[in-house]
Structure formats: C-alpha cells, structure tokens
C-alpha cells in the first residue's frame, strides 16, 4: 500500500515562511496530478494548489503570488512553497495525489495524513 507522506509544516510569524513537502512512500507507480489542500477550524476543505504531470500549476485567488506549487518527478515529490504567510493561512494542510501502479491503466486518489500550519500575528 503506497501513502503520501507530508512535512514541512510549523508554527511561523506572520509575514514569513514555509515549505512543505510530500513524496509517495514507495516506488512502482506513476503520478498524475498532485496537489495541497487546507482546512481550517469550522471551514471546508479547499483546494490551494495543484500541478499536472506536466508541470502546469494553477492556485486558489487567495496564495496566488505567494505560493508556489512545484514537483520533481524522479522522487515523486511535490513542494508548495508558502511565503508571506498570514494567520489566514492558518490550516491543516493535506497532499493529494493521483496514482497509477505500474502496469496498471487505473489512477487511484490518495490523500496525506496532514500537517499543521499555523502563523500567528
């Protein structure tokens, strides 16, 4: 069973910044696209970044021009680079993913385990 193992996240000052990183746990499938979502206390899931196979990102109104969403394929890793953070941001913020076993014509959707990010004011 392969899983989306995330890290990266902490508590920040506002105005500062955080990296987080997650990488399939085993070798043998192939992924399409991957993405970070959040959710904070009270509120819905919601989709923050996501990047296709083939490198094109696309972000919520609310991080455009503050974070970045990036992947290296060769270690099945997606980073989202979070810059100017504000206690908005505060959230748990989960991985996602499209898997495919090799050999298989099948994509499962996985999801991370979450890490918490918090940025006080």
């Known amino acids: 069973q392969v899983q989306l193992v995330e890290s990266g996240g902490g508590l920040v000052q506002a105005g500062g910044s955080l990296r987080l990183s997650c990488a399939a746990s085993r070798s043998g499938f192939r992924i399409n696209n991957m993405g970070w979502y959040r959710q904070a206390p009270g509120k819905q899931r919601e989709l923050v970044a996501a990047i296709t196979s083939g490198g094109s990102p696309n972000y919520a109104e609310s991080v455009k021009g503050r974070f970045t969403i990036f992947r290296d394929n060769d270690s099945k890793t997606v980073y989202l680079q979070m810059n100017s953070l504000t206690p908005e941001d505060t959230a748990v913020y989960y991985c996602?993913?499209?898997?495919?076993?090799?050999?298989?014509?099948?994509?499962?959707?996985?999801w991370g385990q979450g890490t918490q990010v918090t940025v006080s004011s």
């Open positions: 996602n993913a499209d898997l495919r076993r090799l050999g298989s014509s099948v994509f499962t959707n996985y």
